[in-house]
């Protein structure tokens, strides 16, 4: 009787580490995977957000200056025609 209850107990104890090994290994693995997938979606997020906002800003800036330098050279061009003529 007490083989029993001895062999009945270490199974349990098995099972228990066992399952609670289980458990926490499953539990890391999803919480990594969560953390890494987080992280590079953010990263990417960021990197996308930040690529996006300079190449708007060096077109604006790029087509701004083109704007201006060309009205100035239009604006040149007239007067001088017109003082000529």
Known sequence: MLV???VARQLV???VRQFVSSSVRQFVSSSVRQFVSSSVR???SS???QFVSSSVRQFVSSSVRQ???SSVLFF???YEHRSTT
Request: glycine share 0%.
């Open 4 to 6: 029993l209850v001895l």
């Open 13 to 15: 104890s098995s099972s």
């Open 42 to 44: 953010q990263f990417v």
């Open 47 to 49: 990197s996308v957000r």
């Open 67 to 69: 704007f201006v330098s």
């Open 76 to 78: 040149d061009y007239e």
